[in-house]
């Protein structure tokens, strides 16, 4: 296994778990009164438990962390807030759309390093102590849910009349 790559590919996505925390923290404050903010409130600790398993990869494996790559990640978070949404001064429909567009491709990045680590632990008996299988169904579940919420965040963010965000959804957990 060449260590030199697996560290580069461990660390790209450490950066990304950063960003993508910082997002759905963002996110999840913005729109706490409806659907979104409720799914989210329970997502980002599992997000957290997420990096910290990648951590726990990382230390298994003896893959020192990239501080710069993880700060840039952590700032280019921030200057992506930057963009223009439709409204100057308050938050839109389109930026909620966009946000959860972001989550669920941060969800698809998870997903592919479960699976990647999923298979190198065939061959390194280092990752037998982790439940790669379930950390990819939980994934898959967290993709259904974030999918449902940025179909709804589309219809909200085109409707031609303004729309209430969450009105007459049913929960998530009920998906």
Not at 86 to 98: E, F, I, M, N, Q
Request: with cysteine.
């Amino acid at each position: 296994m060449d260590v030199k790559r697996l560290g580069i590919y461990l660390n790209d996505h450490l950066a990304g778990s950063v960003a993508g925390i910082e997002l759905a923290v963002r996110t999840e404050t913005e729109n706490r009164s409806n659907p979104v903010g409720r799914y989210l409130a329970a997502f980002i600790p599992e997000l957290k438990h997420d990096q910290s398993i990648l951590e726990a990869v990382m230390k298994t494996l003896e893959v020192k962390r990239d501080p710069l790559k993880t700060r840039m990640s952590w700032v280019g978070e921030k200057l992506g807030r930057l963009k223009l949404n439709g409204s100057l001064l308050r938050y839109s429909p389109l930026s909620r759309l966009v946000e959860l567009e972001g989550l669920c491709v941060a969800t698809e990045g998870r997903l592919s390093l479960w699976r990647t680590l999923a298979r190198l632990s065939a061959r390194d008996t280092r990752l037998a102590g982790f439940d790669f299988e379930a950390l990819i169904a939980r994934g898959e579940a967290q993709q259904q849910a974030l999918q449902h919420l940025r179909g709804r965040a589309s219809d909200v963010a085109f409707a031609d009349e303004p729309v209430q965000f969450g009105s007459g959804e049913p929960a998530i957990s009920s998906l």
